[in-house]
């Protein structure tokens, strides 16, 4: 289970906020002023792996800093590939154009849109003759 939901959302917004020339710790500074909540589960994870392990065994999640650390380096690592895949996401959602009517010689004829419906034709009901009485 991810410690961190919408990472990258995260990380974009707490860089927006800091300076263009920035370091390590003033960006996990600014990401605890915006996400207090979210730097509390990174800790309380951390404290519940650290807990759990056996005598001798080490602990996998790194300390909650360098997590914090190793989440902007691997975002910014990758940014430039995702800035291309959301570009192309754009692309895909661009309204479509409506056709152009097609032309014979000079005059523009539209294309149907749809063949037209045949309608059911009612059929008077027919009375029956009944044999007179003599």
């Known amino acids: 289970m991810a410690i961190l939901h919408r990472k990258e959302e995260k990380i974009q917004v707490v860089l927006g906020r800091l300076p263009k020339q920035y370091d390590h710790e003033q960006f996990v500074e600014m990401f605890i002023k915006?996400?207090?909540?979210?730097?509390?589960?990174i800790k309380s994870a951390y404290i519940k792996q650290s807990q759990d392990k056996e005598p001798g065994t080490v602990v996998n999640m790194p300390k909650p800093e360098l997590y914090l650390k190793q989440l902007l380096e691997t975002y910014l690592a990758n940014r430039p590939a995702a800035t291309e895949v959301v570009s192309a996401l754009k692309a895909k959602a661009a309204p479509k154009q409506k056709a152009e009517p097609v032309t014979v010689g000079e005059i523009p004829v539209k294309k149907a849109k749809t063949a037209a419906k045949k309608t059911a034709e009612v059929a008077e009901p027919v009375k029956e003759a009944r044999p007179k009485k003599a």
């Open 34 to 41: 915006l996400y207090s909540k979210d730097w509390g589960k």
